[in-house]
């Protein structure tokens, strides 16, 4: 998981007015609040055939829930640190197995770079994982997956690893009724308007840059634009 749940005591009052935000409130209450693992992995995966994966948070997640993710996050543990210098690989390779419930091969991924996720008050490290399971079997295989925390997710999508498909997606230019726009798929399903975890618009830019190179997704993004 993501964050661990904890309980902070009350700051002074000349401090209760310094965080409009909700995280920032439940804080300064001292009530019980999430906190988050102080490095995590924002994961990007990609199927054994070109598909990149993307998954709606569940409803009872403690950060962001119902947001679309790019792929998937996990928090940092002491035990990742055993793996040296591999420490966010593993920590990746853990977080897949824990919520997707498959084994990630270390070598096949990148770490891509970092980012500041303000609104969980941790640094993110940006991993493309490249998994053997092909796209139009991982519907099944997600669905039969016995993965222990596989309640933080509530629906997967897929979208084409192409400069074209990324950057329609990244500017949310999708066309209406296109299943790989989270934009448009909560459409009458009774939910708020769909969002975007906060870091996965980059992860998607990152992942663009890392497969096709700067030139080519700068073209993309301009004729998606």
């Known amino acids: 998981m993501s964050g661990r749940l904890g309980t902070l005591p009350a700051g002074p009052s000349d401090r209760t007015t310094c965080g409009a935000d909700p995280l920032s409130k439940r804080l300064l209450s001292g009530s019980p609040a999430p906190v988050p693992n102080i490095a995590a992995v924002h994961g990007v995966i990609e199927t054994a055939d070109g598909m990149i994966l993307l998954d ?49 091969d270390l070598d096949r991924m990148t770490v891509l770079g970092l980012l500041g996720d303000t609104t969980a008050m941790s640094v993110a490290a940006v991993v493309y994982c490249r998994i053997p399971a092909p796209g139009d079997g991982t519907y099944g295989w ?3 997956a016995q993965a222990p925390d596989a309640w933080e997710h509530t629906r997967h999508l897929l979208v084409p690893a192409s400069p074209k498909a990324m950057a329609r997606l990244l500017l949310g230019v999708a066309p209406p009724g296109d299943s790989t726009s989270p934009e448009r798929s909560d459409a009458g399903q009774g939910h708020d308007s769909p969002s975007w975890n906060p870091t996965s618009r980059c992860r998607l830019l990152l992942t663009m840059f890392f497969r096709f190179g700067r030139r080519r997704t700068a073209a993309a993004l301009a004729r998606a634009a």
Do not use: I
């Open 142 to 144: 997600l669905k039969s």
């Open 56 to 104: 709606q948070r569940g409803p009872q997640v403690n950060y962001h829930p119902l947001s679309w993710s790019c792929s998937f996050e996990e928090g940092m543990e002491p035990g990742d640190l055993d793996a040296g210098s591999h420490a966010l690989e593993r920590t990746a390779a853990r977080g897949m197995a824990e919520e997707f419930g498959v084994q990630a």
